[in-house]
């Protein structure tokens, strides 16, 4: 999931710290990186490109499939994008699929072959952030996800791991790799 890097709409608390073009700067160049070193022949990578609108944006590379993410919160968001992926055109089997956001510094084709490895003997997996969150979520059959899925999650908060959890009862879960996302200044890598 991305967003198309205008200042003042995309990492706003980072942009607190360091400056809202600073951190549309940082924001660009760290998806563009993300997307090369993610680059593999064992999964397909999409867009899950918001605004809407920024489907069409020269940003990205032009060989990527792009998907408008629509309206609705994050958790609706990232719903929608996981049932999408899972019923791509051309597929037979509806998953497994991986959704992560583009502010992961430290993820690589490793982190994600895990999770889809995890999805072997897993309904779903997810990779948590260290501050609570997670950076990653994936499920191997998009359309048993539950219609609650994503619900009452406090966005944002040292919660929203455990409160997506709660929104799968019955579902094997598991955990892969602990990775930190970037939200703030405190959150970039040193250099």
């Not at 200042?7 to 980072?14: E, N």
């Not at 600073?22 to 918001?50: E, M, N």
């Not at 982190?111 to 997810?126: E, P, Q, S």
């Amino acid at each position: 999931m991305v967003k198309e890097p205008r200042p003042g709409r995309v990492k706003t608390r980072l942009g607190r710290g360091i400056g809202r073009i600073a951190a549309t700067w940082w924001f660009r160049h760290q998806s563009a990186r993300l997307i090369r070193r993610l680059r593999d022949s064992r999964w397909r990578i999409v867009l899950a490109v918001a605004p809407d609108l920024a489907v069409s944006s020269r940003v990205w590379p032009h060989d990527i499939a792009r998907h408008p993410q629509g309206q609705g919160d994050l958790g609706q968001r990232m719903a929608r994008m996981l049932r999408r992926a899972g019923a791509a055109p051309g597929r037979v089997n509806q998953g497994p699929v991986c959704l992560i956001g583009a502010d992961i510094p430290g993820v690589t084709r490793a982190h994600i072959a895990r999770a889809f490895a995890a999805l072997g003997c897993h309904d779903a997996v997810f990779g948590p952030a260290c501050d609570g969150g997670y950076w990653l979520v994936g499920c191997k059959h998009p359309r048993t996800l539950p219609h609650g899925l994503f619900r009452n999650v406090r966005w944002s908060s040292e919660h929203a791991l455990a409160d997506t959890l709660r929104s799968l009862p019955g579902f094997r879960i598991a955990l892969t790799d602990t990775l930190r996302d970037v939200d703030t200044a405190a959150d970039l890598p040193a250099r």
